[in-house]
């Protein structure tokens, strides 16, 4: 960190934090009550992870989100806004391992320090409501929640490829998967393996998850989880295999383009398709079974890069193509993946890209069956992907290849060897996790009468306090015998429990639903104060948090909606995303670039709220910053000289000589800032707020020293001043307020109104004439001198077209009313 200078400072920051803070608790100023009489407003941050220390993005993402919540109640609306901790999750997990502090000791460690830190902030959160989710009084409605799923259908267990490090003996998540396909702590090549997992139908929500028209989001979030939901309209059409004398007949591709299926010369499967093994000739089996283990090692995303080339090999058998009876070549292929569409794709080399450098190379025929408008039947250089006129099509030829679509796709349905269908991206939510520090699953299994769910009544199924967390690639939880063995609940023979425990996005999923009575024990929240509340009117926090976080509470609402538990179809009305606060050096901050700024120091510098109201101003909010030392000293600067000038003794005002025209004027200004602090705060935009009042500020200092202010007028806007900076600034406004002999709290007061008639810029609208003709009408403000006037009369384009080709003799200003241009 860079040598802070010592700020020129009047006000004590620390004592006034110190006495307010504590006022506020005394008097319960944030607590929050079920008033159904206010207007309600919920406003919600994304809870934090409790790493340890409060960084400087967690005051980036908090305290602006607590200056409009703050905002919202001084416009009369009764405001909750919790917070809490997302307590369960790896890091905890990591630090028992290596440091053999128990992962409870160490994230309630963590969550006191933070919630201190929390609390240098000033923020209005109701610490009686806080969430910490790795409790049981939290984590059982986990569990709760997992039984009415399973119930309904929509939690299941399956089979399913999962991160596999030989070299850890263990399952990795994803974000534990380097770029090149290995293991981030040893290096080995991470494999795929089929585990047996727990599963959120999420799937079933796929369409209903695409329409976001009852929720105000940015439309990047939108356009992510539009992506990421992948929806795909196209066709199914079966390739006859009967020759091999399988079970299995017949080999259904997948395909967005079936205009263009007269044009297959060749087909693929996915490595891990099953008719695989069946077909492939002896001669041919060694090659694929050596490109199998290969790909194996592959990620998926690895698998479906297109800057790869794509590769493939020839498994020595052949299908038919049923619209032409053709025989053709059936190959293995990485960049088939058996988890989308269904596992298998024809291949066009004419109209794809890939498939035609993969025909290139594999030396197989490439035919034209979508035409451009100019061909005759010249060989293609690379694949035509445009629209065009089916040639080479038996009865389609002559459509354009949209008809094409359509019309093959009939003809697919009407005999019976395809049908059209929408695919998706998506795939269900993978929940289970071989780890210890998570929500045990509620199941358990017995030989005799198979998978049982817990019963309701033996929640919290409680994680045991010790664990061996030795990472043997299984679930921690199955060397603790006791925790281990359990009683069938169906014949009362032994049994075991389901050992792996929930991902965290799981508690993070409906959250917001418990803030609305913490405390509540029949359930994981109280029916009437959920339906008072109602869902987050207005949620803030990052946008990395796009299609996990942010999707799986809106399933899990949806989800709940179905089983009768809730009743609305979203969880987030609004959403605001913040953007990223970078290091002095305008990057990314890291401990090893050495640019982390700790907020600690600087608040016990300059006091909680510079940080704050820097932190507001440093720029746009979505579009984030750069930490500066120079701009909060800066800030530290505006706000001491606030302080000096709400303090000045308004009592000296009687001996200033009050002028009618700057009474005026310094009205109209604080009016004026009303309005636009009221926009910009409902808008999110703190920056151009605070510079607002900081205009205020000089404008009130510029009459102060010139002495044309009246004590009414100066009294008025140093009391707006402080109501419009309490927001932002906390404890500085509850101090000035006070000091002015108002009741308590600055915090309880209404936001302040403005007169538009008054806050009107003097402005007019001037008539422009040529030769005595009106041609135009321009709004000028009231101060217009005579040469603007003229300027702005001639720069207005449609007099400028009207003077073409004249000349000009004359121009006569009359202000206040209008300008006569002569020419001829
Ligand atoms: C033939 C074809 C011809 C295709 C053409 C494209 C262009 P989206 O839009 O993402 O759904 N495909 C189908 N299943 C696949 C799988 N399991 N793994 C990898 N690729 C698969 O993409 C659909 C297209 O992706 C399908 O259309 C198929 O290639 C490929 F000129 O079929 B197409
Ligand atoms: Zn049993």
Known sequence: MSVLRRSEKIFDHQSIEAKWQNAWLQNKLYNVREDTNLPKWYELTMYPYPSGDLHVGHWYAMSPADAHARYKRMNGFNVLHPMGFDAFGLPAENAAISRGIHPYKWTMGNISNMRRQLKSMGSMYDWNREIVTCEPSYYQWNQWFFLQLYKNGLAYRDFAPANWCPGCNTVLANEQVLNDGTCERCDSLVERRELNQWFFKITQYAEELLDHSEIDWPNKINVMQTNWIGKSTGTEINFDITEFNLKTTELTAFTTRIDTVFGVTFVVLAPEHPVVEEITTPENLDAVNAYINKARHQSEIERLSTEKVKTGVFTGSYCINPMNGERIPLLVGDYVLMTYGTGVVMGVPAHDQRDFEFAEKYQLPVRVVVAPNDWDGEKLEKAFTNPGIQVNSNQFDGLDNYEGIEKISDYIEENSIGRRTTNYRMRDWLISRQRYWGTPIPIIYCEKCGTLPVPETD??????????????????????????????????????????????FVDSSWYFLRFTNPDFSDGPFDPQNQSDWGMVDQYTGGAEHAVMHLLYSRFFVKALRDLGIVHANEPFKRLFNQGIILGQDHEKMSKSRGNVVAPDEYVEEFGADTVRCFLMFLGPWDQGGSWSDEGINGMSRWLNRLWDISNRDPLLIDEFETDQNAQKEIQRITHKTIRRVTEDLEKFKFNTALAALME????????????????????????????????????????????????????????????????????????????????????VPVSIKEDEAHETALSSPKIATHLENAELRRIIYIPGKLVNIVAN
């Open 459 to 504: 929640l919290p199924i409680v994680l045991p306090e010790d664990a061996e967390f030795r990472p043997t690639g299984e679930s921690p939880l199955k060397f603790n015998h006791d925790f281990l063995n359990a009683e069938c609940p169906n014949c009362g023979n032994a049994a075991q429990r389901e050992t792996d425990t929930m991902d965290t």
């Open 696 to 779: 205020l500020t000089n404008e009130l200092n510029k009459y102060w020293e010139s002495k044309t202010i009246t004590s009414d007028d100066w009294n008025f806007s140093i009391k707006n001043l402080i109501l419009m900076l309490a927001p932002m600034a906390p404890h500085v406004s509850e101090e000035l307020w006070e000091k002015h002999q108002h009741k308590f709290s600055v915090h309880t007061q209404s936001w302040p109104s403005w007169d538009d008639q008054i806050a009107a810029d003097e402005i007019f609208t001037m008539v422009v004439q040529i030769n005595g003709k009106v041609r135009d009408k321009i709004v």
